[in-house]
């Protein structure tokens, strides 16, 4: 079946380090998201890529989609504490349009 | 708009017992999802629904049932509680299916199950 898998699962860094998680498909994505977790809060939406080899910037965030589209990643540079959270992608699927499959998250503790 | 709402934000429930989880959105959104949500388990989806009067298993639909008699609101029923299903609950709502369509996100039903 459909799955996401997503690294790492935990990662901790010093407040200034980049950050990356990556996220990769078994099979072709139509779309893939991305959403942030802040402790105690629910997911809110960051962004969705759609189109092979795209890159989509927010401020210190980096959005990646494969030429494939089997794989994507978000970069952060020079973290902050304002980062810290669970980042999760989700991957929607051509034909399967009804919902999305998650990935199981990355857990991102920033130390000051 | 308040978005999307849930009712209770904590509950306490024994063995056996039921409840009723209720989530809302103002959104006029067509699909909405239940997940929970468990400690290095990520989000797993429970139900769903792609419009009023219509619903869906999704991949941990046993020991729940939901309800969408109106297209603002859906109901995520317990008929008696096990300790396994101690978790958090989300709900969430989009305009349609996967393609470009943002999932928006309840704040959460915190269920303990003694």
């Known amino acids: 079946g459909q799955q996401v898998m997503q690294i790492p699962q935990y990662q901790h860094v010093q407040e200034g380090e980049d950050f990356t998680t990556y996220c990769n498909s078994s099979?072709?994505?139509?779309?893939i998201q991305w959403y942030k977790q802040r402790p105690g809060g629910h997911p809110v939406f960051l962004i969705q890529?759609?189109?092979s080899g795209e890159v989509k910037k927010q401020k210190r965030l980096t959005f990646q989609f494969g030429e494939a589209k089997k794989n994507s990643s978000l970069h952060i540079t020079a973290t902050q504490t304002t980062d810290v959270g669970t980042y999760f992608c989700?991957?929607?699927?051509?034909?399967?349009?009804?919902?999305?499959?998650w990935g199981l998250g990355t857990s991102l503790a920033v130390n000051p | 708009n308040a978005g999307v709402t849930q009712t209770p934000k904590f509950r306490v429930l024994k063995t056996g017992q039921s409840m009723t989880l209720l989530c809302a959105q103002d959104?006029?959104?067509?699909?909405m999802y239940w997940y929970r949500q468990d400690p290095g388990m990520g989000l797993r989806l429970i139900h769903y629904?792609?419009?009023?009067?219509?619903?869906a298993k999704g991949e941990v639909p046993d020991g729940y049932n939901v309800s969408r008699l109106k297209k603002q609101n859906f109901l995520l029923g317990l008929e008696s509680a096990a300790p396994s299903q101690t978790s958090v609950y989300f709900c969430?709502?989009?305009?349609?299916?996967?393609?470009?369509?943002?999932?928006?996100f309840g704040p959460g039903t915190r269920l303990l199950v003694l």
């Open positions: 099979t072709t994505l139509s779309n």
């Open positions: 959104m006029n959104h067509e699909y």
């Open positions: 890529l759609v189109k």
């Open positions: 629904s792609v419009g009023e009067g219509t619903t």
């Open positions: 989700a991957g929607g699927y051509a034909g399967n349009n009804r919902k999305l499959i």
């Open positions: 969430a709502s989009s305009y349609g299916g996967t393609s470009g369509k943002t999932q928006y």
